[in-house]
């Protein structure tokens, strides 16, 4: 199994990217799907979930601007990231699980992550 995050850059603020997570070794489609983000000294951040690119959740500093999604025949899940602020700046994490659990939002729960991708955002 192996998740392979991409897509992350610089950007100025108020802008928009988009993170791919290519996943191999199971499907997508079937797994809870999530990002994370974290800055150094900082500890790691839920940033959304999903599962089967239903029931999407948010950390309240994303809702609206970010959004999860998947392309089941690319076997990768994405985030776009719109409206982007300094704040968002992080290195953005993948993470997978077979199943969904509500507690989403834990780090500790995913069985699978990708390598990371830095995001920067200036003004």
């Known amino acids: 199994v192996q998740l392979q995050a991409s897509g992350g850059g610089w950007v100025q603020a108020g802008g928009s990217l988009t993170l791919s997570c290519a996943a191999s070794?199971?499907?997508?489609?079937?797994?809870?799907m999530a990002w994370f983000r974290q800055t150094p000294g900082k500890e790691r951040e839920f940033v959304a979930a999903?599962?089967?690119?239903?029931?999407?959740r948010y950390a309240d500093s994303v809702k609206g601007r970010f959004v999860i999604s998947r392309d089941n025949g690319k076997n990768t899940a994405y985030l776009q990231m719109h409206s982007l602020r300094e704040e968002d700046t992080a290195t953005y994490y993948c993470?997978?699980?077979?199943?969904?659990?509500?507690?989403?939002?834990?780090?500790?729960?995913?069985?699978?992550w990708g390598q990371g991708t830095q995001v920067t955002v200036s003004s």
């Open positions: 993470a997978a699980r077979s199943r969904w659990t509500v507690e989403y939002h834990r780090d500790v729960w995913y069985d699978y």
């Open positions: 999903a599962i089967s690119g239903r029931y999407p």
């Open positions: 070794g199971f499907t997508v489609s079937t797994y809870a």
